[in-house]
C-alpha cells in the first residue's frame, strides 16, 4: 500500500490498518537486511553494520508495539540490547540468528494472538 | 491544543498524529531536527513531542537549541522514545523536558499522557 503524506489518514483506526499492512508486508525484507548486517558486522567489525544492525532494531522495537505486536517489540529491543551491549569486535553470528529467529516467531506469536 | 510531533519514521508519523487528533490536538509533523526548528519558529507549537533517536539531528540536541532559544525556550518538550534506561530518560529532564513517553506506546493514551504531562 503506497501512502504519501497527502494522503494520511486521520481515524486512527484507519492508520492503524495502513502501519500494520505495511510492517507485516516489509518484514521479511527487514530480517533479510538483519541477516545481511548479521554477516556485516561479523566480518567488517569496524565498520558501520553494528550500528546499522542496532538502529534497525530500535526502530522494529519502536514501531511493533504501538500497531499491535507487542512480542515483536519485546524480541527487537532485547535483540538491540545485546547487539549494543556486545564488546567490540566481531559479532557472534551464530547468537545473532538465534535472535533474529526468536524475530520471526515473535511475528507469528501475535499474528495468532 | 497545537502539538509538533518530531519524528522520522512515516509510520509512527501516521499513528501517532491520528491518535493524537483524536485526542483532540492539532497535530504538524516534522520528519526531521532542522526542519522541526524552522516550524518552531515560524509556527510555534503549545507542545513538542519530539522523537530520541532521528539522524543528522537527535531529539537531545534538537531540545538542547529550543531550550537555548529564548523565543522557543518555554515550550513543553516530551520525549517520544524506546529508549527506557535510567540514563536515557535523566539526560532528557536534564535538557529540560517536560516528560518521557516511552515507546511502544498505546495510540489510545498518548493523548492522555500529553496532557497529563503538561498538567491539563
Known amino acids: 500500500m503506497d501512502l504519501t503524506h497527502e494522503t494520511h489518514p486521520d481515524d486512527l483506526d484507519t492508520a492503524l ?14 530480517c533479510d537486511a538483519v541477516d545481511q548486517l548479521i554477516d556485516a558486522a561479523q566480518h567488517d567489525p569496524a565498520g558501520p553494520a553494528r550500528a546499522q544492525l542496532a538502529s534497525v ?25 545485546v547487539v549494543r551491549d556486545a564488546p567490540p569486535g566481531p559479532i557472534d553470528a551464530a547468537a545473532a540468528r538465534l535472535l533474529l529467529d526468536a524475530l520471526r516467531q515473535a511475528l507469528r506469536r501475535d499474528l495468532a494472538s | 491544543m497545537k502539538l ?3 519524528e522520522d519514521d512515516p509510520d509512527i508519523q501516521l499513528v501517532a498524529r ?9 497535530v504538524a ?4 531536527g532542522p526542519t522541526a526548528l524552522d516550524q518552531l519558529r515560524s509556527d ?14 537527535d531529539g537531545p540536541e534538537v531540545c538542547r537549541r529550543l531550550k537555548a532559544d529564548p523565543s522557543t525556550a518555554d515550550i513543553p518538550v516530551i520525549f517520544l522514545t524506546a529508549r527506557s534506561q535510567q540514563s536515557e530518560i535523566a539526560r532528557g ?15 489510545l493514551a498518548l493523548g492522555r499522557q500529553v496532557r497529563e504531562m503538561l498538567g491539563r
Do not use: Q
Open chain 1, 17 to 30: 490498518e495502513h502501519a500494520r499492512t505495511r510492517f507485516l508486508g516489509t518484514f521479511g525484507e527487514t
Open chain 1, 57 to 81: 532494531l530500535h526502530k522494529v522495537g519502536g514501531l511493533g508495539g504501538s500497531i499491535g505486536f507487542p512480542s515483536v517489540s519485546g524480541a527487537a529491543r532485547e535483540f538491540e540490547d
Open chain 2, 4 to 6: 509538533l510531533l518530531v
Open chain 2, 18 to 26: 491520528a491518535a493524537l487528533k483524536r485526542a483532540g490536538f492539532t
Open chain 2, 29 to 32: 509533523v516534522a520528519a526531521n
Open chain 2, 44 to 57: 510555534p507549537p503549545e507542545v513538542v513531542l519530539l522523537d530520541w533517536m532521528m539522524p543528522d539531528m
Open chain 2, 93 to 107: 529532564m536534564a535538557l529540560g523536558a517536560a516528560g518521557y513517553i516511552v515507546k511502544p506506546f498505546d495510540a
